[in-house]
């Protein structure tokens, strides 16, 4: 089952490795991340912003990639494993978009 440890009261790096957690996010990956999702409250613009959300795609779509070949439990194994139905026209740029956002909240939450 998947489980999250975010409470209202932790800090950023707390909130970005439950984030990270829920996403199977590899543990090398994380503090990339975690900058990232950083960098973008301090965004001087919108072109700043779409290049700090490509880096974060560019290192989540490595995630897909990793949990498609080594399923975890994790939010992102489990939609890679229930891409049917409404999922099944859900490619991999939408996917990782998707997770982009997670993440994004995750670290402001």
Do not use: F
Not at 36 to 64: C, K, P, Q, W
Not at 80 to 90: E, N, S
């Amino acid at each position: 089952m998947l489980q999250s440890t975010v409470t209202p009261h932790r800090g950023d790096a707390q909130r970005a490795v439950a984030a990270c957690d829920l996403l199977g996010v590899d543990p090398v990956l994380r503090e990339n991340l975690h900058r990232m999702t950083g960098m973008l409250a301090g965004a001087a613009s919108a072109a700043e912003t779409t290049a700090i959300e490509r880096d974060m795609a560019h290192v989540l779509g490595r995630v897909v990639a990793r949990r498609r070949a080594e399923p975890g439990d994790d939010l992102t194994s489990a939609l890679l494993a229930g891409r049917q139905g409404y999922w099944a026209g859900v490619d991999d740029r939408e996917l990782v978009g998707m997770l982009v956002r997670l993440a994004i909240a995750g670290h402001r939450s």
